[in-house]
């Protein structure tokens, strides 16, 4: 049987799936409602991409401990998450490549825990981004602003991280396609995703 480490390290070589998307609504262009949300225990940024270390940067501001990795998160999981998930189910969140969020997710499912947003930050060859965006509507209202944002993206999915709500509750579908990015972008570089990993609650 593989070890724990062993399968930490076989997941990051996992290919991403696609997203399916949709045009926002009218009514999730308005600001959001006030409601209880989950709060977030740790937030995971690569340290290899500028766009994902602006995240953190952005999520470190708003008050919220933040985790740097570079493409593995064996060490995190180990010395930290598991030791955390043991006590008790709590949110994180990140901005990473698909690797380390296969392995956390899946993860996740022994904590009664699953992916509630996701979003793929696809960098177009117009230099525009499209963002494929996966959640509750309150976040993908959140998320209609990228489109202003612009090459400030990153730091925008940070704020909009934060506003996961503490129950379960319907998801929708969108894409954006934000203006031209100003950040250094590899060629073969896949996308990077945000994401919110969180306890499954119920209204």
């Given amino acids: 049987m593989a070890s724990r480490r062993e399968f930490l390290q076989f997941g990051i070589a996992a290919s991403a799936l696609p997203m399916a998307g949709t045009a926002l609504s009218p009514d ?3 600001s959001a409602d006030e409601f209880p949300r989950a709060p977030l225990y ?5 340290e290899r991409f500028p766009d994902s270390v ?11 401990s933040v985790h740097g990795i570079r493409g593995d998160i064996t060490d995190f999981w180990l ?22 969020l296969f392995c956390l997710e899946r993860l996740s499912w022994d904590h ?8 793929e930050h696809r960098h177009l060859a117009d230099g525009r ?4 965006i996966s959640g509750p509507d309150v976040m993908l209202r ?62």
């Fill in 142 to 203: 959140q998320a209609a602003a990228l489109v202003a944002g612009g090459p400030n993206w990153a730091a925008h999915i940070a704020r909009v991280v934060t506003y996961c709500p503490a129950s379960r509750c319907q998801a929708s579908k969108t894409t954006i396609i934000a203006p031209l990015s100003t950040a250094t972008h590899l060629d073969d570089q896949d996308p990077l995703i945000s994401w919110v990993i969180a306890p499954i609650t119920r209204v």
């Fill in 42 to 46: 740790k937030v995971v940024f690569d």
């Fill in 129 to 132: 981004i499209e963002h494929a």
């Fill in 112 to 119: 009664r825990m699953r992916v509630v947003f996701c979003a």
């Fill in 54 to 64: 602006a995240f953190g940067g952005e999520v470190k501001r708003l008050g919220i």
């Fill in 79 to 100: 010395r930290d998450l598991d030791i955390r998930w043991k006590k008790g189910p709590v949110a994180i969140a990140g901005l990473t490549a698909h690797g380390p």
């Fill in 28 to 30: 999730l262009l308005t």
